[in-house]
């Protein structure tokens, strides 16, 4: 059954392709920007972080710059962030397919996490030039930003196969969901560090996959530390069974999606 | 070969109510399944089975509301049945308004590739068809102009251009053939020819009963969620004329006229064929009006309406202007045609006897006339003619109107 489905999706690749590179160039149309804002949105957020966090409030950053500190781990927060916030929404904005032309459903939540992956991509171009810039040099451990991203991009294909899924029926999903990324963010090292957390609330805390990913990144990019085992690791393990478990659900709702939406 | 089969095809709808106001702590799980389960529901459709044929092309009509959207969502995949199996051979495409899926800050060139993947075909094949479409749209250099400047015209022309150059075994048609001005419905009509003359299967669903009469070899007439009526395109037709037609009863209503003469009864015969079976264009045909008159009266006019199924009066028979004398009792007009002028089709039939100003009978949509074939005719009506051949260099008068008439007209008979 789930071979089936994924032949199927194989069919539909040109779809997914052009539906992403669709997303890309439909966001910045008639803005004079343009693209710029790809890098602008990420960039003006590290600036805000690094007032707050280094000026107002002083956060230990393991010795880096509070800049690169917020920006390595608001990479993969970004694209976390935009792939929920674009994809949950994205079969309810597509409606009228839904109800018109048959293709794998799974396609639409899929092209907005392609979509932020690629501007993903584009932003870690602007941070490897911060980096060049304070002069921090990488080691061949930077390489594990690779699983890490694989990881992340497994986890949110999960979520956002559930989440979209849960938009048709009730819109309450995409109402929670800026609050719920607020509280989520907070929950994760991106604005501090995993070192601040408190002993006693680490095994919960641990849960959380957003930690093992981000954690790993930035490790991985600004210290040039290879991968806790365990924590990249188990948040592997929860994005694959999520990611499994959420599309054959997703494949069994999926034909009552254009019933009820 | 079958390439499409319904067996015992049902769809049911539940019918969403103000749902949570009575559970508010309903958990999103519970009101899932609750939603799932919930009660007030409505058939869309209901234990329907039917086959097609490889390289058939199946006509689908009937009221609005009544199964046709669903059929096709259900064999386009977008919904499944809630009981019964659809089995189908080969790839289908569905034609549904194909603009909709059209993005307007995308130009013509974008959607064409958008909508092709949409549609199942990679960007490859969508890159060979693409002069074909642009061709066929007609729309030209506007292809890389941005789409929310087209006209809507313009929208609907690419749309079905991309939908005409699909190549799938299996052809969805909702209601499309509604596209364009006059010229662009004949090319697509000549498109879906095409395609099934090169033996794609064809599943038509329309309102436009010319079309489905000229494209289909059978055709199903759905009510209510149920197949009424199945057979060759004329007969089905026909049948949904009388169910739609001649229930509706008169719009002055029945109770503002006097009925001082009354119609009782219309019915008609050909040159061939008995009472009521259809007539032929060319041939000779009688119209009898059956009438009751419960007073004697002067100035009596008869007349005899016939609508093109669209509703538009097509022609009229009447007893003329100054009317007849009609005395107490009941008696018939007949209506001697010499020619039927009528192109094949179905005519709406209203009869009225009057005594201008005051109407007083009018019966609405009281039959139909049926024409068949007879002489051949294109266009909107049949124009009786002979044809003679005279060649120059042998011995022969100058065509000479007048005596010629009377040579036709009186030598002949």
Request: net charge neutral.
């Amino acid at each position: 059954m789930l071979r089936q489905h994924l032949t199927r999706l194989v069919q539909f690749r040109d779809l997914l392709y052009v539906l992403t590179v669709h997303r890309i160039n439909i966001r910045y149309k008639q803005s004079i920007l343009g693209y710029c804002w790809a890098i602008l949105h990420p960039a003006l957020l590290v600036l805000i972080y690094t007032v707050i966090f280094s000026r107002f409030v002083r956060v230990p950053t393991d010795g880096m710059p509070y800049a690169l500190f917020a920006f390595s781990a608001l990479l993969p927060w970004t694209f976390f962030s935009n792939g929920m916030s674009g994809a949950t929404i994205g079969l309810v904005s597509h409606s009228h397919l839904l109800l018109k032309v048959y293709f794998p459903r799974e396609i639409l939540p899929l092209s907005y996490v392609f979509a932020a992956l690629a501007d993903f991509l584009t932003a870690s171009g602007v941070f490897a030039l911060l980096m060049l810039y304070y002069g921090v040099s990488v080691t061949i451990n930077v390489l594990w930003a690779i699983p890490a991203i694989l990881t992340l991009t497994v986890f949110l294909t999960g979520l956002t196969l559930l989440t979209s899924a849960f938009q048709v029926r009730f819109r309450d999903v995409g109402v929670a969901l800026p609050l719920v990324l607020q509280v989520w963010m907070f929950a994760t090292p991106v604005v501090y560090s995993l070192a601040s957390v408190p002993a006693k609330l680490r095994f919960w805390y641990d849960f959380n996959p957003m930690v093992g990913i981000v954690e790993t990144f930035r490790g991985a990019v600004l210290h040039g530390a290879s991968a806790n085992w365990t924590l990249l690791g188990g948040s592997f393990a929860i994005s694959l069974t999520l990611a499994v478990g959420a599309y054959i659900w997703f494949k069994h709702v999926e034909a009552t999606f254009a019933d009820i939406i | 070969m079958v390439d499409i089969e319904f067996r015992h095809v049902s769809k049911r709808y539940a019918i969403p109510k103000a749902r949570f106001r009575q559970q508010p702590r309903a958990s999103l799980w519970h009101g899932w399944r609750k939603w799932a389960s919930h009660k007030p529901e409505f058939w869309a459709l209901r234990d329907v089975s039917f086959k097609v044929e490889h390289g058939e092309a199946l006509g689908i009509i009937g009221h609005n509301g009544a199964g046709k959207s669903t059929l096709l969502k259900m064999l386009s995949h977008i919904t499944a049945p809630s009981s019964g199996e659809i089995i189908i051979r080969g790839n289908l495409s569905a034609l549904i308004e194909i603009s909709t899926g059209f993005h307007p800050e995308l130009t013509g060139r974008e959607n064409v590739y958008l909508n092709g993947v949409i549609f199942g075909m990679t960007r490859r094949e969508v890159g060979e068809k693409l002069p074909g479409i642009i061709e066929f749209s007609g729309i030209g250099d506007f292809i890389d102009v941005p789409v929310k400047q087209y006209s809507s015209g313009m929208y609907l022309r690419l749309g079905f251009a991309i939908a005409a150059h699909l190549d799938p075994d299996i052809l969805l048609l909702d209601e499309i053939l509604a596209v364009g001005d006059v010229a662009f419905q004949w090319k697509c009509l000549d498109r879906i020819e095409q395609l099934r003359k090169a033996g794609r299967t064809i599943l038509l669903v329309s309102h436009d009963l010319a079309a489905i009469e000229r494209l289909c070899d059978r055709a199903i007439l759905l009510s209510r969620g149920q197949i009424v009526c199945e057979g060759i395109p004329s007969v089905v037709t026909a049948e949904y004329q009388h169910s739609t037609l001649l229930i509706s009863d008169s719009p002055a209503s029945s109770a503002t006229l006097s009925r001082t003469v009354e119609c009782t009864k219309f019915s008609y015969r050909g040159e061939t064929g008995a009472e009521d079976e259809p007539v032929r264009t060319g041939d000779c045909m009688m119209v009898r009006l059956n009438y009751l008159a419960h007073t004697a009266l002067d100035n009596v006019v008869f007349n005899v309406y016939l609508y093109w199924p669209s509703g538009y009066l097509c022609t009229q028979l009447s007893t003329g202007q100054s009317g007849t004398s009609v005395a107490k009792g009941t008696g018939q007009i007949e209506f001697l045609c010499p020619f039927v002028n009528l192109r094949p089709g179905l005519y709406l039939v209203d009869v009225s006897a009057e005594r201008p100003p005051e109407v007083m009978d009018w019966r609405h949509r009281c039959a139909i006339l049926r024409v068949d074939a007879g002489s051949s005719v294109l266009g909107d009506f049949y124009m009786p003619h002979e044809a003679r051949l005279f060649q120059d260099g042998r011995a022969s008068r100058p065509p000479e109107i007048v005596s010629s008439f009377n040579e036709l007209y009186s030598g002949g008979s």
